[in-house]
């Protein structure tokens, strides 16, 4: 059973950083695509990073680029988001989410536009960054 679990959430102020994690169970996180996703409240949920299963390229929104790092420890089977330079607008819930194989979001940065295409997804946590 495919299981994910997120931590790392919290209360940060701005132009601080956060570190994210995503532990996998009942699969092998390295040959899947892995997104990170986040939802502000009124607002719909969007790609923050992803990697592809196709290549492990990794895949950044521009709301984040140059702040955000994703990266995968395979032997934990936990892939990790790293935030710094936090801004208010960073503020939502963030999920992670895999699938085994769809073509949409196996190639290139298909994986962060086709958010709705994953299959499993955690129950998200919380970042909220304000002063």
């Known amino acids: 059973q495919v299981q994910l679990v997120e931590s790392g959430g919290g209360l940060v102020q701005p132009g601080g950083s956060l570190r994210l994690s995503c532990a996998a169970s009942g699969f092998t996180l390295d040959s899947y695509a892995i997104g990170w996703f986040r939802q502000a409240p009124g607002k719909e949920r969007e790609g923050v990073s992803c990697i592809s299963s196709s290549d492990g390229s990794t895949h950044y929104a521009d709301s984040v680029k140059g702040r955000a790092t994703i990266s995968r420890d395979n032997t934990k089977n936990t892939v990790y988001l790293q935030m710094n330079v936090l801004k208010p607008e960073d503020t939502a819930v963030y999920y992670c989410?895999?699938?085994?194989?769809?073509?949409?979001?196996?190639?290139?940065?298909?994986?962060?536009?086709?958010?709705?295409?994953?299959?499993?997804w955690g129950q998200g946590t919380q970042v909220t960054v304000s002063s």
């Open positions: 989410a895999t699938d085994p194989g769809k073509p949409t979001i196996a190639y290139g940065s298909s994986c962060l536009r086709n958010l709705y295409d994953y299959d499993y």
